[in-house]
T-cell receptor, first 114, second 115 residues
Framework: GENVEQHPSTLSVQEGDSAVIKCTYSDSASNYFPWYKQELGKRPQLIIDIRSNVGEKKDQRIAVTLNKTAKHFSLHITETQPEDSAVYFCAAAYSGAGSYQLTFGKGTKLSVIP | DAGVIQSPRHEVTEMGQEVTLRCKPISGHNSLFWYRQTMMRGLELLIYFNNNVPIDDSGMPEDRFSAKMPNASFSTLKIQPSEPRDSAVYFC?????????????FGEGSWLTVV
């Protein structure tokens, strides 16, 4: 099955700096890569996703890049703010006829220091 | 829409008791997922239903766990008998068209403590 590795497990940055979280996956058939943000005591919520036919996607201060050859993808947050503090999960999914598998990384706890 | 609704939000039970967690997916969604979250193991998929049919239950830890989806608007996850190692947050999630990489929406979670 799919295996998703996520690094680092914890990350502290100064407010205004950038944060980068990296993930690798093992199954070359995976074609959908969402990122979820989970605040303390809350549910995971999708913040951005990318499909295998795209190399990069941006949404305001958040961007995700995908390198299918190397089987890794990254989340970039620019101009970090205290409200960005949360646990971030990457995931990889294969979607095909009659099949759906979404495997999560172990998460990165991001702390933005004011 | 109210989103994915789970109950109970919190449950404390004694070892050996039966626990039933309930989920109402978002109306119109045809895929439903049960996840378990712990510090040690992160987010684990337990079972996935598509059009009320269990598609993949390979994540169900053992026979003590069972899940049902009798109709498109309701699912249960049952643990019988419960053990302290079952203590975790159990999330139900739903999506439309689970086979096409569509957004999965999570419920608020059921926080289970088995003592």
């Amino acid at each position: 099955g799919e295996n998703v590795e996520q690094h680092p497990s914890t990350l502290s940055v100064q407010e205004g700096d950038s944060a980068v979280i990296k993930c690798t996956y093992s199954d070359s058939a995976s074609n959908y890569f969402p990122w979820y943000k989970q605040e303390l005591g809350k549910r995971p919520q999708l913040i951005i996703d990318i499909r295998s036919n795209v190399g990069e996607k941006k949404d305001q201060r958040i961007a995700v890049t995908l390198n299918k050859t190397a089987k890794h993808f990254s989340l970039h947050i620019t101009e970090t703010q205290p409200e960005d503090s949360a646990v971030y999960f990457c995931a990889a999914a294969y979607s095909g006829a009659g099949s759906y598998q979404l495997t999560f990384g172990k998460g990165t706890k991001l702390s933005v220091i004011p | 829409d109210a989103g994915v609704i789970q109950s109970p939000r919190h449950e404390v039970t004694e070892m050996g008791q039966e626990v039933t967690l309930r989920c109402k997916p978002i109306s119109g969604h045809n895929s439903l997922f049960w996840y378990r979250q712990t510090m040690m193991r992160g987010l684990e998929l337990l079972i996935y239903f598509n059009n009320n049919v269990p598609i993949d239950d390979s994540g169900m830890p053992e026979d003590r766990f069972s899940a049902k989806m009798p109709n498109a608007s309701f699912s249960t996850l049952k643990i019988q008998p419960s053990e302290p190692r079952d203590s975790a947050v159990y999330f139900c999630a739903s999506s439309f068209g689970g086979s096409s990489g569509n957004t999965i929406y999570f419920g608020e979670g059921s926080w289970l403590t088995v003592v």
